[in-house]
C-alpha cells in the first residue's frame, strides 16, 4: 500500500481512537488476553469438571473479549460523529510514513494485536463450541433444572457417552437447531420459567436412525437374552425370589423377536396417541410385506386429531439414559446387589416406607433417612443392631442413594413421573399397544401372547434351576443345605 494511502487511512483511525470509549475497550480486551493466559493450561487439559470454571473459560471470558473489541469500533465511530457535529474534525492529521519509528512501531503492533486477537478469539469460539456440547456443561451449568436428567444419565448403561451423541448427532443442520432451542431453554432458565418437571418425552428430537442406530442395529439379528428379575418380601426375612425370563430380541431375520416384528426388513409401524406421553394408543397401522393391518380401540374411528408418529426406537427404549424406577424395583436390586443388606430382618419393609415418605428436599431426606434406618433396628432389633451396626449404618446410606436417585423435589421429579416403556411390569409399555383391545376391520387382534417376546423360564422362585443349569446361579443358591438331623 503506497505511504499516501497509509496515512490517509490510519491517521484519522488514531486520531479518533483517542477516546474513552476505545481506551476502555482496548484495557477490557487486555485484561480478558492476561486472564486467559491464565486459564490456558486448564483449558488445555480437556473437559472442565468444575462447570463454574467452564462458564467463565469459554462463555463469560470470551463474552468479555469480544466486548471489548466492540467498544473500540463504537468508540471511534461515536467521536467521529461528534467531531463533525461540532466542526473539530482537523483537515490535517500529520505526515505518517515508514521511515518513522513511532509510526513504524504502532503498525508493528496493531500488526502483532490483530493476530493475536484472531488467535484468541478462535481458541475461544472453538473452546466454547466443545464446552457446550460437553457432558459438564449439558449436566451441572443449570443445576437444579438438569440434576434429576444428569443423576439418571450417570447411573445408566450410556453414562460414558456424550450428550450430544444421542441428543445433537452428526452433521451442521441438527447442531445449529439444538443451539436456537437451547437460546431460548437459557431464556426460562434465567427468568425462572422453565416447566417442573420437565416434560417428555422431547417432541423436537432427532429421529433414531440418525443417533441410537449409528451404535446400535435393529435390523441385525440379536440372540435371544437371559434377565433374572430378583424380589425381596416384605417380610422379616425379606424372603427372596427370582423370576427368570429370555427375552426374544431378533432382529431383521422375517419378523422373528421383538426386533423384527417391529422394525424388521420392509416393516413400518405408525401409531397415534391420545396424550402427550404417549401412553394411551388408540390408533395402530401395521405395514409389513404383503399386507397392511389398522388397529384401533373400541370407539376410535381413525387417528382424527391426534398426531400420526413412525414408531421408532424411541417408542420402545424412552429413556435409555434417564430411566427412573419405582421404589419397589429400585429397593430389590440395591438389595440384590448387596447394598441394602437382606440379611437385616425387615430391611425391605422399613426401607421402603423411608422411599415412600414424603421429604420436601434433598437435604431432609438425607438428614432422615438414614437416621431413621438405624434408629428402627436400635429400638426394634437392639440385639442385630449392636452386632451389625456398621451394615446397618452402611444399609440406610444406601436406602438414601436410591431415593436420591428417583426423587427431586426442586423439579416435581417424584415416584413414577416418568414412565418406562420396556417392559409392562411397572408401567403400561408393551401393553399400550399388546392389551388384546385393539382389533382390526376383520376381528384380528394385537397379539397378547407372552411367547412370541420372551419365554418366562421361573416365576418367584427361591432358586430357580434353569440358574443352576446355565451357571448363573448365586453361590448361596448352589451350596447343600445343612444337615438337620444327628450323624
Not at 54 to 77: H, K, R
Not at 83 to 92: C, E, I, L
Not at 416 to 434: L, S
Not at 454 to 466: D, G, N, Q
Request: glycine share 8%.
Amino acid at each position: 500500500m503506497p505511504r499516501k494511502l497509509i496515512g490517509d487511512w490510519l491517521s484519522p483511525l488514531i486520531y479518533f481512537a483517542d477516546n474513552w470509549t476505545s481506551r476502555i475497550g482496548m484495557g477490557i480486551v487486555t485484561t480478558a488476553t492476561v486472564l486467559w493466559i491464565f486459564l490456558l493450561p486448564t483449558t488445555l487439559r480437556g473437559e472442565m469438571q468444575n462447570p463454574y470454571i467452564g462458564i467463565l473459560s469459554y462463555l463469560v471470558l470470551p463474552g468479555v473479549f469480544f466486548g471489548g473489541l466492540a467498544l473500540i469500533p463504537l468508540g471511534i465511530i461515536a467521536k467521529r460523529k461528534l467531531s463533525r457535529r461540532k466542526g473539530r474534525v482537523p483537515t490535517s492529521f500529520g505526515p505518517l510514513n515508514w521511515a518513522n519509528t513511532e509510526f513504524r512501531r504502532l503498525v508493528i503492533l496493531i500488526g502483532l494485536l490483530t493476530f493475536a486477537n484472531i488467535a484468541i478469539g478462535s481458541q475461544f469460539t472453538y473452546g466454547a463450541i466443545n464446552y457446550m456440547d460437553s457432558v459438564t456443561f449439558c449436566g451441572k451449568t443449570c443445576h437444579t433444572v438438569m440434576q434429576p436428567e444428569f443423576t439418571a444419565y450417570q447411573d445408566s448403561p450410556h453414562s460414558r457417552v456424550e450428550c450430544v451423541k444421542c441428543h445433537i448427532g452428526p452433521g451442521a443442520s441438527w447442531f445449529v437447531q439444538s443451539k436456537l432451542s437451547g437460546a431460548s431453554q437459557l431464556i426460562a432458565v434465567t427468568l425462572n420459567t422453565y416447566p417442573r418437571p420437565i416434560p417428555a418425552p422431547v417432541h423436537n428430537l432427532r429421529p433414531a436412525r440418525d443417533t441410537c442406530e449409528t451404535c446400535h442395529w435393529p435390523q441385525k439379528y440379536a440372540t435371544d437374552r437371559v434377565k433374572i428379575f430378583p424380589k425381596y418380601a416384605e417380610d422379616e426375612t425379606n424372603t427372596a425370589s427370582k423370576t427368570v425370563v429370555m427375552i426374544k430380541i431378533g432382529g431383521g431375520n422375517n419378523g422373528i423377536g421383538i426386533h423384527g416384528t417391529h422394525l424388521g426388513v420392509g416393516v413400518k409401524i405408525r401409531y397415534a396417541p391420545s396424550d402427550e406421553q404417549r401412553q394411551t394408543i388408540p390408533w395402530i397401522e401395521y405395514n409389513g410385506p404383503g399386507r397392511q393391518t389398522v388397529y384401533q380401540a373400541d370407539g376410535t374411528k381413525g387417528p382424527g386429531n391426534m398426531a400420526v408418529r413412525e414408531m421408532d426406537c424411541m417408542d420402545c427404549h424412552n429413556r435409555p439414559a434417564h430411566a427412573y424406577q419405582l421404589p419397589e424395583r429400585a429397593l430389590d436390586e440395591a438389595m440384590f446387589a448387596g447394598k441394602v443388606s437382606p440379611t437385616l430382618p425387615n430391611a425391605k419393609k422399613e426401607g421402603l416406607e423411608l422411599l415412600k415418605a414424603t421429604y420436601a428436599t434433598r437435604e431432609m431426606a438425607a438428614a432422615r433417612i438414614p437416621a431413621a434406618f438405624t434408629d428402627f433396628y436400635k429400638q426394634k432389633y437392639p440385639a442385630v443392631y449392636s452386632q451389625n451396626a456398621a451394615l446397618v449404618a452402611q444399609s440406610g446410606k444406601e436406602v438414601l442413594a436410591v431415593w436420591e436417585r428417583n426423587i427431586f423435589p426442586d423439579m416435581n421429579v417424584t415416584w413414577g413421573k416418568y414412565p418406562v416403556n420396556i417392559g409392562h411390569t411397572d408401567f403400561p409399555g408393551c401393553f399400550r399397544c399388546h392389551d388384546g383391545s385393539h382389533a382390526s376391520p376383520d376381528g384380528k387382534t394385537v397379539t397378547q401372547d407372552c411367547g412370541a417376546c420372551h419365554t418366562v423360564l421361573a416365576v418367584e422362585e427361591a432358586a430357580p434351576k434353569i440358574l443352576t443349569d446355565l451357571g448363573m446361579a448365586p453361590a448361596e443358591d448352589t451350596k447343600p443345605s445343612a444337615p438337620s438331623g444327628k450323624k
